[in-house]
Structures are given as C-alpha cells and as structure tokens.
C-alpha cells in the first residue's frame, strides 16, 4: 500500500500580476513569495516526509517551486504531473476565464458540493472529474511505499475530503 503525503503549495508572490507575461493563465505560472518559501521548508521537517521515495508536483509555478524547495531540503528526486493542476473553472474548453465568469464557477462548485446540478451544462469541473483524473496519477505510483504530491488547495480539499488547507499543509491518502 502507499501512502502519498499531499501537500499544499507554499503562498505564491502575486507582486507580478497582472504585469508582464503573468496576464491570463500564465498567471498560474508565479513563484513563491519569501512567505510561501518558508513555509515548504517548514513543512519538509516534518518527520512522515522522510521516508518518501519521490515528489510528484502539479505544473503550476507555485507547485513546482514548492515541490524544488523539497527535493532540496529532502534530498528526494521530483517530477512534474500535469494532472495534479487546481480544480478547473473551465473543464470543457480549458480556457482561462476572466476573473468574474472563474468566481462565479467557483461559487457554483461549492453551492452544489462538488456535482453539476440535473439538467444543467456547467463547465466547471466536477468533483468526479478532478479525482477521475488525479486517481489516474496516483494509480502510476502505487508501487512506492510513500511518495509527496505537491498540489492545490481546492484539490485536496475535494480528492481528500477535507477542510480547506492552508498553505504548506501535509494531508496523508492510504492508497
């Protein structure tokens, strides 16, 4: 059986916003802020992290920078999983949605706990689909006794069923 130590991405540097290429998704493409650094390299004390034998990451900027920050401090090999991404606002397209129309998806992903109402054409992904796919990464590690996975808050919040975490928090899946 292994065990996958999810952990949230440190607080990302949002200084950059809006500026240069950081405009639309590539808005998910920001670092850490030194906030967000201290808080992985807090996190990679903790003891279960010590017998991981690899760090699996989400692509997003803030991931993968949480997820180096580890491989440093752990000494443990990371790569990248482009399935471990936030939750989407647009699950149909994959467009980037302006700011308003992701709130509003958002907002109709909490009020319906997760499930696309009957009848309704939502794109936002659902529940279902977001384990759908992260079960699918999981599933290519399950020969390893314990393995990281740097990923969302959103995320983990629905695939672990669990309160909203706050960044650098450790949740653990038995899988």
Not at 96 to 110: C, M
Not at 124 to 138: C, N, P, T
Request: hydrophobic fraction near 40%; proline fraction near 3%.
């Amino acid at each position: 059986m292994a065990v996958f130590y999810f952990i949230r991405h440190g607080q990302m540097d949002t200084s950059m916003a809006g500026k240069k290429f950081y405009k639309g998704f590539a808005y998910n493409m920001m670092p850490l802020s030194e906030k967000g650094a201290r808080q992985i390299h807090e996190a990679a004390k903790d003891g279960r992290l010590q017998d991981a034998e690899l760090i699996i990451t989400s692509p997003y900027g803030r991931a993968m920078h949480s997820a180096a920050i580890l491989s440093k401090d752990l000494h443990i090999e990371m790569k990248v999983e482009t399935d471990l991404h936030e939750w989407l606002a647009d699950g149909v397209s994959y467009e980037f949605l302006p700011d308003k129309l992701a709130a509003d998806s958002y907002k109709s992903l909490t009020e319906h706990h997760g499930r696309h109402p009957k009848g309704a054409q939502c794109r936002w992904e659902s529940v279902g689909q977001m384990k759908k796919r992260v079960m699918a990464v999981l599933d290519r590690y399950k020969g390893y006794r314990a393995v990281i996975a740097v990923s969302h808050g959103t995320l983990m919040q629905y695939v672990l069923g669990i309160e909203h975490p706050e960044h650098g928090k450790i949740e653990e899946l038995r899988y």
